[in-house]
């Protein structure tokens, strides 16, 4: 069982920025990244590295937003800047373990950006 503990959620005006940190209680070999869920909207994928360092993000928020991972500490970051109301959101970071697959969940963290 491996859990995630999200932080660096907030409010923040319109061409802030915040960064999102999720540090994972055990080692994780796949993918990890974040989703986010804005009311009324289906849950969308932000952005996305596996253990090797590829990379992958949300058109919606390709040049403002970088993800980054560190393995030795089992945590991914999320540095968004050029922050725009519609990224407002709950953010929730994922882990995939491999061998079995599993997929593990943070609890989620509010952003919310004003205009």
């Known amino acids: 069982q491996v859990q995630l503990v999200e932080s660096g959620g907030g409010l923040v005006q319109a061409g802030g920025s915040l960064r999102l940190s999720c540090a994972a209680s055990?080692?994780?070999?796949?993918?990890m990244g974040w989703y986010r869920q804005a009311p009324g909207k289906q849950r969308e994928l932000v952005a996305a590295v596996t253990s090797r360092g590829i990379i992958n993000y949300a058109d919606s928020v390709l040049g403002r937003f970088t993800i980054s991972r560190d393995n030795a500490k089992n945590t991914v970051y999320l540095e968004m800047n050029s922050l725009k109301p519609e990224d407002t959101a709950v953010y929730l970071c994922y882990a995939d373990r491999l061998a079995p697959y599993t997929r593990y969940w943070g609890q989620g963290t509010q952003v919310t950006v004003s205009s």
């Open positions: 055990g080692r994780v070999s796949g993918v």
